[in-house]
């Protein structure tokens, strides 16, 4: 079946550090891959996405290659800010009508 | 104009009760979804609907009863609630029958549920 896992936090950095959130996947066919992001009391919004191979996401700094060799699409932001704290999941979308989620992980930015 | 917008936003209860949440999305979306988030913040999908059918129905405990009334609307009734119901519950939409490139998901807010 398809699935997604992400790296297990919670994440502390500090403002301007470099962020990474590990994603590997596990899918039938070609998925198109998503990171979600929920900030404190609210829904999931989404963040950026990508559709094929070498496709990149981006959105607000953030970005996201779609690796097929490596089944990957690791989350990167060159700077974060303490607005960035959040909880970040990564998804997956093979045609069955559903979205399969990771676990999430809290990133935590201090100022 | 809040596009996903579902209520109440904190449900505290007894065990044994019966108690509903309910959604409306403004988007012209023709899916909804209701998704369970636990304490550890994993999320799991429980139902959707498109244009008021079923087509996703999870290994959810048959205390769980979605109802449709038409697109913009897809509300949850718990019967017989039990303690490990507790949870944050998000409604969600999109558009077309599948979770798709072109047709993420928009999520409302959530419904804290709690049982005591």
Request: glycine share 8%.
């Given at each position: 079946g ?7 936090g ?15 996947y ?10 979600y992001?929920?900030y ?7 963040l ?10 981006s ?29 970040y ?23 | ?7 109440p936003?904190?449900?505290v ?49 048959n ?6 009334p ?27 029958t599948?979770?798709?490139y ?15």
């Amino acid at each position: 079946g398809n699935s997604v896992t992400q790296m297990e936090g919670p994440v502390t950095l500090s403002e301007e550090a470099f962020l990474t959130i590990n994603c590997t996947y596990t899918a039938t066919g070609y998925p198109s891959l998503f990171w979600y992001v929920q900030y404190p009391g609210e829904g999931l919004q989404l963040l950026l996405k990508a559709t094929k191979a070498d496709d990149k996401g981006s959105n607000k700094g953030f970005e996201a290659t779609y690796r097929k060799e490596t089944t990957s699409f690791h989350l990167e932001k060159g700077s974060v800010q303490v607005s960035d704290s959040a909880v970040y999941f990564c998804a997956l979308s093979a045609n069955d009508y559903k979205l399969s989620f990771g676990a999430g992980t809290t990133v935590t930015v201090r100022a | 104009d809040t596009a996903v917008s579902q209520t109440p936003k904190y449900l505290v209860t007894q065990m044994g009760n019966d108690k509903s949440i309910k959604c409306e999305q403004n988007l012209g979306h023709d899916t909804m979804y209701w998704y369970k988030q636990d304490s550890k913040k994993f999320l799991k999908i429980m139902f959707s609907y498109n244009n008021k059918e079923l087509i996703i129905n999870e290994t959810v405990p048959n205390r769980f009863s979605p109802k449709s009334p038409d697109k913009a609307h897809l509300n949850l009734h718990i019967n017989s609630l039990e303690l490990g119901d507790s949870a944050v519950y998000f409604c969600a939409s999109s558009q077309g029958t599948e979770s798709s490139y072109n047709s993420p998901l928009h999520f409302g807010n959530g419904t804290r549920l709690t049982v005591t």
